[in-house]
């Protein structure tokens, strides 16, 4: 939420992510082995990035509600443009928590010379107002988005 007024165009943000990693196994490979995987990468972070980490959203959490480091990074994951991964995806401690809209009035876009994810403001924003960046592609139908939504994060 905007703590005061922001202009369009101002910067709001930047972080490096706390992990980088591909979409998922490859193709026909194994989630738990994933899992796996994925909770070295974090137990390597500091305790503050694990703390961060897994203080993050999961949607696709167990029936117990117990999260899983593939849950968080389904959920959390935002594109970043590397050639040695291909589809990578960076986990954030801050941006990972934007939410989405349609109507987004926060761009984020990956500084790949900087290794940063950067928040700018698309339109005047005003205090009190919820920052939202926008997850998936807007010139799809409004339909095809619910689907794409429903898709990612169910």
């Known amino acids: 939420?905007?703590?005061?007024?922001?202009?369009?165009?101002?910067k709001i943000w930047q972080e490096a992510p706390l992990l980088i990693v591909g979409q998922g196994p490859s193709a026909g490979g194994d989630w738990s082995q994933w899992e796996g995987e994925?909770?070295?990468?974090?137990?390597?972070?500091?305790?503050?990035?694990?703390?961060?980490f897994?203080?993050?959203?999961?949607?696709?959490?167990?029936?117990?509600?117990?999260?899983?480091?593939?849950?968080?990074?389904?959920?959390?994951?935002?594109?970043?443009?590397?050639?040695?991964?291909?589809?990578?995806?960076?986990?954030?401690?801050?941006?990972?928590?934007?939410n989405h809209s349609c109507s987004h009035n926060v761009n984020n876009s990956w500084q790949a010379d900087e290794g940063v994810e950067v928040l700018h403001a698309v339109r005047d924003?005003?205090?009190?107002?919820?920052?939202?960046?926008?997850?998936?592609?807007?010139?799809?139908t409004y339909e095809q988005r619910q689907e794409e939504l429903m898709r990612i994060f169910k």
């Open 1 to 10: 939420v905007a703590t005061r007024r922001i202009c369009k165009g101002e």
């Open 38 to 52: 994925l909770r070295g990468r974090v137990e390597s972070l500091s305790e503050e990035g694990r703390r961060s």
């Open 54 to 98: 897994w203080a993050l959203a999961d949607s696709h959490c167990a029936p117990d509600g117990a999260k899983s480091c593939v849950g968080i990074v389904r959920t959390n994951g935002l594109p970043v443009d590397l050639e040695d991964i291909p589809d990578s995806v960076g986990i954030y401690a801050t941006v990972s928590r934007f």
């Open 125 to 140: 924003i005003e205090e009190g107002e919820e920052l939202c960046i926008t997850y998936i592609d807007l010139f799809q």
